[in-house]
């Protein structure tokens, strides 16, 4: 069973206006989350994290918000640039698992000129 | 400064074949990580290795066996292949040891078709 779920396959947004990302989990114990992005015919490479006694955290352009009460967080990136086109995977992990993680199935981003 | 580093890029292999899929990175990392990539489904831990030394297992680790040969270095082996173990392989390091909150680090991939 998928503990962690991003329900939107893929996304297209103008560059310059904001892409907002969505991932939801089930396991109340995930206490430390990423986000990666992929190109083609690469491998994923780190974008953003935050643990859980946060409730945001900014690296640029991109922020990501989490909501415990909810199980949820989602990845904003401001401005888009057509550099950001790739596909977004949201991960998840814990103590009690090892900290290994569990990824959603990602969302595909299509950034339109 | 490489990061982490897989062989072969590309591999076909016919049913029943072994094969093994190698991994190194120069990062000083004390965990590796194999995982594959099927379509609509994210990437699923195959098996790990939180240390030199120890090894194991992930989500899916059927078919499958793993070395962590030294620290460096951690290889998948397809003993048999079979046509549903067709996917993309990603090894990934981090450095937390033991299981700590950490970043992983993800190499290219290889691309293994088994006909």
């Known amino acids: 069973d998928q503990q962690v779920k991003q329900n939107s396959p893929s996304l297209s947004v103008q560059e310059g206006r904001i892409s907002i990302l969505n991932c939801d989990y089930t396991?109340?114990?995930?206490?430390?989350f990423l986000w990666y992005k992929k190109y083609p015919a690469e491998g994923p490479t780190f974008l953003i994290s935050?643990?859980?006694?946060?409730d945001k955290n900014e690296d640029g352009r991109f922020t990501v918000f989490l909501n415990k009460s909810a199980k949820h967080l989602s990845l904003h990136i401001v401005p888009s640039q057509p550099g950001d086109s790739a596909v977004y995977f949201c991960?998840?992990?814990?103590?009690?698992?090892?900290?290994?993680?569990?990824f959603g199935a990602g969302t595909t981003v299509t950034v339109r000129a | 400064n490489a990061g982490v580093t897989q062989t072969p890029k590309f591999q076909v292999l016919k049913t029943g074949q072994s094969m093994t899929l190698q991994c190194a990175q120069d990062m000083n990392h004390n965990s590796m990580y194999w995982y594959r990539q099927d379509p609509g489904m994210g990437l699923r831990l195959i098996y790990y290795s939180a240390s030199e030394g120890t090894t194991d297992k992930g989500e899916v680790p059927n078919g499958y066996n793993v070395s962590r040969l030294n620290k460096r270095e951690f290889s998948l082996r397809l003993e048999s292949a079979a046509p549903s173990q067709t996917s993309v392989y990603f090894c990934a390091s981090s450095e937390a040891g033991g299981g700590g909150a950490d970043t992983q680090y993800f190499g290219p991939g290889t691309r293994l078709t088994v006909l």
């Open positions: 991960a998840a992990s814990d103590i009690d698992n090892d900290y290994k993680l569990s």
């Open positions: 396991n109340s114990m995930f206490d430390y």
């Open positions: 935050i643990s859980s006694i946060k």
